[in-house]
């Protein structure tokens, strides 16, 4: 479970991150540091997310046989 909700998360950053880059230049909007530092904690916690959803599983597999 951890593994897809990481990966949800991560596109959420990613698809918030392609966002704020079209409308920074499409509206000419200033993108301030805390929508930056927003889509920088989303996307490396959806990554620490798939990291430990990995290994639940690996450890998990273990722990069956």
Partial sequence: AATWLGFAVSCVAFLLAIYYFI?????????????TLIVSVLFLGGVQLISVGIL????GGFTMR
Avoid: E, P, V
């Fill in 23 to 35: 409308t920074f230049f499409t509206q000419h909007k200033i993108i301030t540091g805390f929508t």
């Fill in 56 to 59: 639940g599983n690996t450890s």
